[in-house]
């Protein structure tokens, strides 16, 4: 917040948990009493200790009162490969990393943790949905500049980005890849990132989570 200019935000991708197929869970509350009637502490393969998977899934087990230890990687995809090799019982991940994995088969996804569903898997319901308080702001993404960028040129960073949010193309290729577009003004970008920081700020104090 002291050294970047918010310009504008292009899209916010969500966080889930997924299994494997193998698992006999098809929602969040199936795999909580699942996990609870194991005689031992489940594990979840995340991206990066301490990054917003990682928050979330921890707070998710606190909050589900459930025995869990989350396993950090080097990245998502080696993640989701410990999850698909069965070496881990669950995994937090971002839609597009596991989407693929989904279709194949090979992975369900059981809940999305953001306020609302996510419009890249509208069939899938939020943790609230499913009976667990909480939920977490995803990956917010954006442009942003250094302090001290001209005014001009942010005004015109942002009626550019405004321009490309808006074209049909930008959002098929979007689509693509499994990104929502939601865009907002530099000013709604902001606010939306001290929300966040907030949360996250938090949920890593209420949990003792170590930033290293």
């Known amino acids: 917040f002291k050294d970047l200019v918010p310009i504008s935000q292009v899209t916010v991708v969500s966080l889930v948990i997924v299994v494997p197929t193998s698992n006999p869970a098809n929602s969040l509350r199936e795999f909580v009493d699942w996990a609870k009637k194991q005689n031992r502490q489940i594990t979840g393969a995340v991206s990066t ?3 917003s998977v990682d928050i979330t899934m921890q707070a998710l087990m606190k909050v589900a009162g459930v025995n869990a230890q989350t396993i950090p990687f080097r990245g998502g995809a080696e993640a989701v490969t410990t999850v698909l090799g069965g070496n881990t019982d669950f995994a937090g991940a971002v839609p597009a990393e596991v989407l693929p994995h989904v279709k194949a088969g090979r992975l369900r996804i059981l809940a999305v943790c953001l306020k609302e569903r996510d419009p890249v898997i509208p069939d899938v319901p939020t943790f609230r949905e499913q009976g ?3 939920s977490t702001f995803g990956a917010i993404r954006g442009v942003g ?8 040129v942010i005004d015109y960073l942002e009626a550019a980005l405004k321009k490309i949010t808006d074209d049909p193309e930008f959002h098929t290729v979007m689509k693509d890849i499994w990104h929502p577009v939601l865009y907002r003004d530099r000013n709604a970008f902001l606010q939306n990132m001290r929300e ?10 209420s949990l003792n989570i170590k930033l290293e």
């Open 132 to 134: 667990f308080d909480l």
């Open 145 to 152: 500049a250094p302090k001290g960028t001209p005014d001009v």
């Open 49 to 51: 200790r301490g990054a």
């Open 196 to 205: 966040g920081f907030d949360t996250y700020g938090k949920l890593i104090s």
